[in-house]
């Protein structure tokens, strides 16, 4: 699917036409397609599901948005888009602009409102931040339009670089190995939440927005946003990156090549029934217990 051709959809419109970004973009569409197929999002076996598929106005649910999009316009992601924006009622919230750009650009879409920003106020106590609580209340409302609409997932637009400081803050401050799956069910157990994103790394998802002229809008509307842990890990993952190049591709990998064998926790690997003597461990072999 080229810019050149009449049938290219309106997300591609007026995309540049430079080497640079075809490669940029190749790389993104190819990165999703490999996450959608490693961790098997689509069950092409069943009726052809619906994902809702979450637009913040943020870089990355806009590139989450086009990638899906054209995945699906070269019939290589045979699912239902379904493009849903909560507005929270966070003040000075651009209303217009995601119902304006979803119609503009052809695609299926449900703006819906719910005033969660006041609840958040409410209740968070002065000088805290409110993103755990938002976070909550918009994952709770988002379930409930997939349910509403005939959606057997909600899909994220989470990108390498999440998944990374994730990682981090919960090693650093919630004292374990964990990170956001790629797949998960969510506790109801009907429905699932989704990150296509998984492998494609953040400074991507920028520079295809900013390229393809998006309009952006920021995620610090609330006020809330300075001094997260987040953006210190972001910092220092930065500053790794810095002296290093390509060590998140390399702390990336490693979270995919898990060992349980090789960490300390006796609920994934049976370490009172090895024995010198017993047979050896043969990496990824069926007989070491699966990682939760």
């Not at 961790?39 to 086009?66: F, N």
């Not at 809008?217 to 190049?245: F, V």
């Not at 690997?269 to 043969?282: K, S």
């Amino acid at each position: 699917m080229l810019d050149d051709h009449d049938d290219i959809h309106p997300l591609f419109k007026g995309a540049p036409g430079t080497t640079g970004f075809r490669k940029l973009r190749k790389r993104i569409i190819r990165e999703t397609r490999e996450a959608i197929d490693r961790y098997g999002m689509v069950d092409r076996s069943g009726p052809r599901a619906k994902w809702l598929v979450c637009l913040s106005g943020g870089k990355d649910s806009y590139t989450l948005l086009a990638a899906l999009t054209e995945l699906q316009w070269r019939g290589l992601l045979p699912v239902d888009i379904l493009a849903c924006n909560l507005d929270q009622g966070q003040p000075n919230f651009p209303a217009t602009v995601l119902p304006e750009f979803l119609a503009r650009m052809g695609v299926p879409h449900r703006i819906e409102y719910r005033d969660t920003y006041s609840v958040v106020v409410d209740k968070v106590p002065a000088g805290r931040t409110f993103c755990a609580l938002c976070s909550r209340l918009r994952r709770g409302n988002l379930y409930r339009v997939a349910r509403e609409e005939g959606c057997s997932a909600v899909v994220l637009g989470h990108h390498r670089d999440d998944i990374l400081e994730t990682f981090f803050l919960n090693l650093f401050h919630g004292g374990k190995i964990a990170t956001m799956p790629p797949k998960l069910l969510n506790d109801e157990g009907d429905l699932l939440v989704l990150r296509p994103l998984a492998h494609v790394a953040e400074a991507d998802c920028d520079r295809f927005a900013r390229a393809m002229d998006y309009p952006i809008i920021p995620c610090d509307l609330c006020g809330s946003q300075d001094g997260l842990q987040r953006q210190a890990i972001k910092a220092l993952l930065d500053g790794w990156e810095a002296k290093a190049p390509g060590r998140r591709a390399k702390m990336f990998s490693a979270m995919m090549q898990v060992r349980p064998s090789h960490m300390l926790d006796p609920a994934l690997f049976d370490f009172a029934g090895l024995a010198a003597g017993g047979a050896p461990i043969v990496a990824n072999s069926p007989d070491i217990p699966i990682l939760r």
